[in-house]
């Protein structure tokens, strides 16, 4: 699989490659962004692995990548689709704080090539949307607040994970998020049938989300952590493998997982 990492001077995108290089999987392009204040810096540190160079999308050669892991920005979402499409490989897009047109671009490039977006790759919390779903079924008339700590760099609130949570949650109520969301609470009485979100960014936190489902006298409190980076490296190489051979349209984690069609033995 010839993988190509979009965001590559960010966190994740360093580390998918550094997974990337202790798992032999061939990552042929380091993509960086034209305004990246850190493409000099890497590309005289020249330590994108083997025989790789950092370099700008507009720079990548045709047959170069198989398939693109996008870790940047929204507003590189509609570049990263374009020059997807323009090569004809899948995306997998892991950028989160994504908006609703967004969201419209990444459906309508799925009708021409394959694109899977996962707001958290980690197989924790593709889990525990399915039992925050369920949760929330079983548990119609409880409180829903979802909870969620990252590191001080972070630049979107809630997180995209808080937010696919708390859409799993009205799912589960025959709901829609944007019809009951609270969003992040502040001051006043709480409205009953909303879902909040608390928000905390601190130090080098690197992922933690909790659904708390409260009645009077009881909570039921679901939590998700993670301690490592490579964790969410770890579901986005596992994607894109799973991904390089699909037809092209929408998928998400729980399609890689095949967790849809686990839990329904049980459910
Ligand atoms: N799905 C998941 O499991 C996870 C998702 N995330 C999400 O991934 C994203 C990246 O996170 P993280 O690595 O921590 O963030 P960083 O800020 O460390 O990295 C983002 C990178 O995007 C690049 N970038 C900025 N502007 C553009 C642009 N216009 N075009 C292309 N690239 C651009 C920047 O590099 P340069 O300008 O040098 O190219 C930067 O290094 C965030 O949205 C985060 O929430 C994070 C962890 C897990
Ligand atoms: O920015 C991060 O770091 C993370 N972002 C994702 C999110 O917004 O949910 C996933 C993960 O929790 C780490």
Redesign the pocket.
């Known amino acids: 699989m010839k993988l190509g990492i979009l965001g590559a001077s960010g966190?994740?995108g360093q580390a998918v490659m550094a997974l990337a290089r202790q798992s032999d999987i061939a990552v042929t392009a380091a993509i960086v962004s034209q305004q990246s204040n850190r493409y000099g810096e890497l590309v005289r540190a020249n330590d994108a692995g083997a025989g790789l160079q950092y370099q700008h999308a507009s720079d990548l050669k045709s047959n170069q990548v198989e398939i693109l892991i996008d870790f940047s920005l929204p507003q590189a979402l509609p570049d990263n689709l374009a020059l997807a499409k323009k090569l004809s490989v899948p995306i997998v897009v892991?950028t989160?704080?994504l908006s609703q047109q967004h969201h419209h671009e990444l459906n309508h490039a799925a009708q021409s090539i394959p694109v899977l977006y996962a707001?958290?790759t980690?197989v924790g919390?593709t889990l525990l949307r399915q039992l925050v779903e369920l949760t929330a079924a079983a548990l119609p008339d409880t409180d829903i607040e979802i909870f969620?700590a990252?590191?001080n760099k972070?630049?979107?609130a809630p997180?995209?994970?808080?937010?696919?949570l708390g859409e799993s949650a009205a799912r589960g109520r025959g709901q829609t998020l944007k019809d009951v969301s609270a969003g992040v609470r502040g001051d006043g009485v709480r409205k009953s049938g909303t879902i909040g979100f608390s928000v905390m960014r601190a130090a080098d936190i690197?992922?933690?989300?909790t659904v708390l489902f409260a009645h009077e006298g009881e909570r039921l409190e679901l939590t998700h952590r993670?301690s490592n980076?490579q964790i969410?490296a770890r579901g986005a190489i596992q994607a894109a493998q799973w991904l390089k051979e699909q037809p092209s349209g929408y998928y998400e984690m729980a399609d890689v997982l095949a967790l849809n069609t686990l839990l329904k033995q049980f459910i």
């Open positions: 966190r994740m892991c989160t704080g707001a958290n980690s919390i969620e990252h590191h972070k630049r979107d997180s995209g994970t808080a937010v696919v690197i992922g933690e989300h993670v980076r969410f």
